[in-house]
């Protein structure tokens, strides 16, 4: 293990145990009995949301080619050192679902520059190309005028992979001291979006569908939203992706830290 860098995000405590190193696979085929659909690059687009003030969904944001580029790159994240891994929730137990980090390693529920629940290894660096997507995507949810484009300054990414029955209970962005906007990209499987309240992980619920290439964006108000994915429904990811069964979630923020 490397040695642990607490920051000011260090909320409650940690497991002891370390998370359990996975990899990524192969890529699906087509589910049986379906009828393989292929990446469309031109398709028509489906009306941009605004689910909750301050949240936007921006149907069909990533066009085939760039969904592509992305599950390439996730399998290069993918490898150790600091690789994807189950993380351990401090009472022990693993989350269903898979990660690997960018930029600021995130494990439940604190933040440090080395894989610190796996081998210690020092985090990727978030890539330049990714971090210009997320500046993009803020631009696209709220306009390249907004004071969120021009100061959004991101600096770490958490990527899931949700296989099989994974995951995500309804929780907060919290350990980050800034107030800027979180970006998922979504790809794979389509899966339901549930989001609560900024002082309530209870009902009612909004959710929202989120497809391969689609982008959500919450901050301005919701930035501390409680939110979760109850449901990602199998073998509805667009054929020829590159991806194992099921949803990645590429999520870009500005944490904060220095």
């Known amino acids: 293990m490397g040695s642990r860098r607490d920051t000011p995000g260090l909320r409650g ?21 379906q009828l393989a659909l292929g990446l469309v690059d031109d398709g028509p687009g489906r009306r941009v949301q605004h689910p909750l003030p301050g949240v936007v969904h921006v149907p069909d944001w990533l066009a085939a080619a760039a969904q592509r580029d992305l599950v390439a790159q996730f399998r290069d994240w993918a490898a150790p050192p600091a690789g994807l891994r189950r993380p351990r929730m401090p009472t022990g137990h693993l989350m269903s679902l898979e990660a690997v980090c960018l930029g600021w390693h995130w494990y439940p529920y604190a933040y440090s520059r080395t894989a610190d629940d796996t081998d210690g290894a020092p985090v990727k660096a978030l890539p330049p190309g990714l971090r210009a997507l997320a500046c993009d995507a803020v631009a696209a949810a709220y306009g390249a005028d907004s004071a969120e484009a021009v100061a959004f300054a991101p600096d770490a990414a958490i990527v899931n ?3 099989d029955d994974a995951r995500l209970g309804l929780h907060q962005d919290g350990e980050e001291p800034s107030d800027a906007p ?16 900024v002082d309530r992980r209870v009902g009612p619920f909004v959710d929202v ?11 301005r108000a919701q930035r501390r939203v409680f939110h979760g994915v ?13 991806l194992p069964a099921g949803r990645l979630s590429i999520t870009v923020r500005e944490t904060g830290f220095a």
Do not use: K
């Open 13 to 33: 405590r940690t497991s002891r145990l370390g998370g359990e190193p996975v990899a990524v696979g192969p890529a699906a085929g087509p589910a049986p009995g």
């Open 161 to 163: 992979l949700y296989r």
């Open 182 to 197: 979180v970006v998922t990209i979504s790809l794979g499987d389509t899966c339901t979006f549930r989001m609560a309240g």
């Open 209 to 219: 569908e989120l497809r391969s290439g689609d982008l959500l964006v919450f901050g």
């Open 230 to 242: 109850p449901r990602v429904r199998p073998g509805t990811a667009p054929d020829g992706l590159g």
